[in-house]
């Protein structure tokens, strides 16, 4: 049976290649000489410190850039709320996005089911198996979860004829 893994990942060597550039742009620009704006990152998490708010939506605006530049969609950030650390001082943690929660997972089981398409679909822990008889019943199905979900930066992997 031809099947295919609907999948939700990050390329995590991209992302630290983003953080490590935002990290260099920032030591360099003159607006942010004398203030305590960095970036970091640990595990999944990237976390984005300043002086004031604006200083963290500068932050953001030049780390988003830099995920574009290197083809990493923006969509696959989770950017949490501004909290005060101390002084005048703010963090911001911005999570990115790994594996299809189950939420997310009973929704594409759901499409799936109610288009009528010849296709099953199976949450298998952090991804989507979609199987059926033909490849064009799967390559319909494809469109349609881009279509409905367009919010959500899913890829497919692991196609088997």
Known sequence: MPSFDTVLEADFVEVRNAVDNTAKEIGTRFDFKGTSAAVELKDKEITLFGDADFQLQQVEDILRGKLTRRNVDVRFMDVQAAQ??????????????????????????????????????????DAVRITGAKRDDLQAAMALIRKELADHPLSFNNFRD
Request: aromatic content about 0%; charged content about 35%.
């Open 84 to 125: 005060k650390i101390g002084g005048d001082k703010v963090k911001q943690v911005v999570r990115i996005k790994n594996g299809i929660e189950t939420e997310l997972g009973k929704k594409i089981q759901k499409l799936i089911k109610d288009s009528k398409m010849k296709v099953q679909a199976a949450i298998q822990g």
